[in-house]
C-alpha cells in the first residue's frame, strides 16, 4: 500500500459489518429509512465525528416522477402507437401530426422533470406526499476557510426498494425501447419521404418495418407499465455496499484531513424515488460548489459476490449516449486510472447508452464533474428480495476505498492546478 495512505487500514471485516448492519429493507418515508437515518447518525458518533459536524437534512417529496410518471409515458405511447398505424392507411399526414404531438408532450415532460424536487402541477395533485432524511458529515480542510477552499463528496445512498422487475431487466428493456423507437423513426422519414417526394420506394417493406418495430414497442410497454414499487429488498449491494465505502472513507479522512478540499461524506435518502435526498442537497449548497473547484465520487451496487468472478471488479460509468457516445467525467476517470495505476488495483470504465438515474444526476445538471463507481452486473439482483449481504464482496469493496482515497489525495495535491482550470 503506498505511503499516502499506509497509515490507515481499509478493513474487509468492518466492511461487511457495516453492510450486514444496514441490509434490511428501507424505502424512503418508511419506518425502514427511519431506522437507517438513526443508525447512520450513530456510526457517524462511533467513527468519532463530532455532533455538531453531523447534519440531518430533512425533506418532503412528491413520489409522482418516480412511481407514476413512468406509466403516464408508456400509456401515452401506447395511445400515440395505435394512432400512428391507423391513420397511416387513411391519411398518412395526420400520422406526422400525432409523432410532432407526442414529441412535443414528452418535451413538457422531460422539461418538468428536470428539477422533479419543485412539484408541479401533477405531482402536487397526483403524487403522495414522503417525508425523508439525508445524513451528512463534514470534515474542513487542514489549510484553507470554507470560503476559499474546494469541495470534495463521497457519496451512497441509505435508501432501497425492491420493484416487480429486476433493475437488469428493466435496464434490458428501457434499451429495447429506444433502439426500436430509433428504427420506427427511420421507417417513418422513409415513408414520408416516399409519400411526399414520390420517390418509388419498397412501401410494402417500410410498412412491414413500422408494424414490427411499434409492436415491439408497444411489448416493452405493456411489461414496463406492469413494474410496481415495494419495500422488500435488504439493499445489500443498492445500496448497503456504497454506505459502507463512505464510512470507511469518511473514517479514513477524519483521520488525515485534505489540504485544500471541504470533504462532505454523504449518505443521500430516496435515490430509488428520484434522486431526491441529492438534489435537496445540491440545491441547498449550489453556489458554494460552483464556486471553486467542485468533485463527487459516488459509490452505487459495488462488487459481487458470486461465481461469475470476471464480474466482481471495480467499475465506473465512462461515458452514455447512442450517438455521439458522451464522456461522464474525464477529470475524474483520469484521477481515478492513475490511482488504480500506481496501487495496482483493475478498475475498468464502461458504457451505457440510456444514461443512469442515481445520485450524481443533479450534479451533472450543474456542469460539475461528478463520477459513479459502480459494479455492472450486480444490477441482475439488486431491486428484489435477493440483494443480500452474501452478494458483497467485501475485498473488492476496500480495493475501491483504496483507489478513491488515492484518487482524492492527488485532486487535493492538485489543487492550485485545478482552480486555475476552473
Known amino acids: 500500500m503506498s505511503e499516502i495512505i499506509k497509515n490507515f487500514k481499509f478493513d474487509e471485516r468492518r466492511i461487511f459489518e457495516y453492510v450486514q448492519k444496514f441490509s434490511f429493507p428501507r424505502l424512503a418515508g418508511t419506518a425502514g429509512e427511519k431506522k437507517a437515518v438513526e443508525l447512520a447518525i450513530q456510526t457517524f458518533k462511533d467513527l468519532g465525528f463530532k455532533e455538531e459536524s453531523i447534519i440531518k437534512q430533512e425533506f418532503e417529496f412528491s413520489d409522482f416522477y418516480s412511481t407514476t410518471l413512468i406509466k403516464l ?13 391507423f391513420f397511416i392507411y387513411i391519411l ?16 413538457w415532460i422531460i422539461k418538468g422533470v428536470q428539477r422533479p424536487e419543485n412539484p408541479g402541477f401533477f405531482a402536487k395533485y397526483y403524487g403522495k406526499k414522503l417525508s425523508a432524511t439525508n445524513v ?8 484553507m476557510s470554507e470560503s476559499n477552499c474546494g469541495h470534495v463528496l463521497i457519496s451512497a445512498h441509505l ?15 428501457y434499451r ?4 426500436n423507437g430509433i428504427i420506427l423513426a427511420i421507417f417513418f422519414i422513409m415513408l414520408m419521404m416516399d409519400v411526399f417526394l414520390n420517390l418509388g420506394l419498397a412501401r410494402d417493406i417500410i410498412l412491414l418495418g413500422i408494424w414490427i418495430s411499434t409492436l415491439l414497442i408497444s411489448f416493452s410497454n405493456i411489461i414496463l407499465m406492469l413494474v410496481d414499487t415495494g419495500n422488500e429488498s435488504p439493499g445489500a449491494l443498492d445500496n448497503a455496499s456504497g454506505m459502507a465505502i463512505v464510512f470507511e472513507l469518511g473514517s479514513y479522512f477524519l483521520k488525515n484531513p485534505l489540504k485544500h478540499f471541504n470533504l462532505w461524506v454523504c449518505q ?6 428520484g434522486t431526491m435526498g441529492s438534489r435537496f442537497f445540491v440545491d441547498a449548497h449550489e453556489a458554494l460548489f460552483l464556486k471553486n473547484p467542485s468533485f463527487q465520487f459516488n459509490f452505487e451496487m459495488v462488487s459481487l459476490a458470486t461465481r461469475n468472478k470476471k464480474a466482481n471488479k471495480i467499475q465506473y460509468l465512462k461515458s452514455y449516449g447512442v450517438f455521439p457516445r458522451k464522456a461522464i467525467a474525464p477529470i475524474l476517470e483520469k484521477y481515478l486510472k492513475k490511482a488504480a ?7 475498468e470504465g464502461f458504457h451505457v447508452s440510456t444514461g443512469a438515474h442515481t445520485d450524481t444526476v443533479p450534479f451533472h445538471q450543474r456542469k460539475l464533474n461528478a463520477i459513479d463507481i459502480v459494479t455492472k452486473d450486480s444490477a441482475f439482483w439488486t431491486h428484489s428480495k ?21 484518487a482524492i489525495r492527488l485532486l487535493d495535491n492538485d489543487f492550485e492546478k485545478l482552480k486555475i482550470q476552473k
Open 159 to 173: 435508501d432501497s426498494k425492491s420493484q416487480t422487475i429486476r433493475t437488469a431487466w428493466r435496464v434490458t428493456l
Open 176 to 179: 429495447f425501447w429506444l433502439y
Open 386 to 406: 435477493e440483494d443480500t449481504p452474501d452478494k458483497v464482496d467485501p475485498k473488492v469493496i476496500a480495493e475501491a476505498c483504496v483507489i478513491v482515497a488515492k
Open 92 to 107: 398518412p399526414i395526420i400520422s406526422f401530426i400525432i409523432i410532432g404531438a407526442f414529441a412535443l408532450i414528452l418535451l
Open 73 to 85: 409515458i408508456m400509456v401515452l405511447n401506447l395511445t400515440f402507437s395505435f394512432f400512428l398505424l
Open 341 to 347: 495505476r500506481e496501487e495496482n488495483i483493475e478498475i
Open 268 to 273: 443521500f435518502s430516496a435515490e430509488e424515488l
Open 136 to 143: 451528512i458529515a463534514k470534515i474542513p480542510p487542514l489549510k
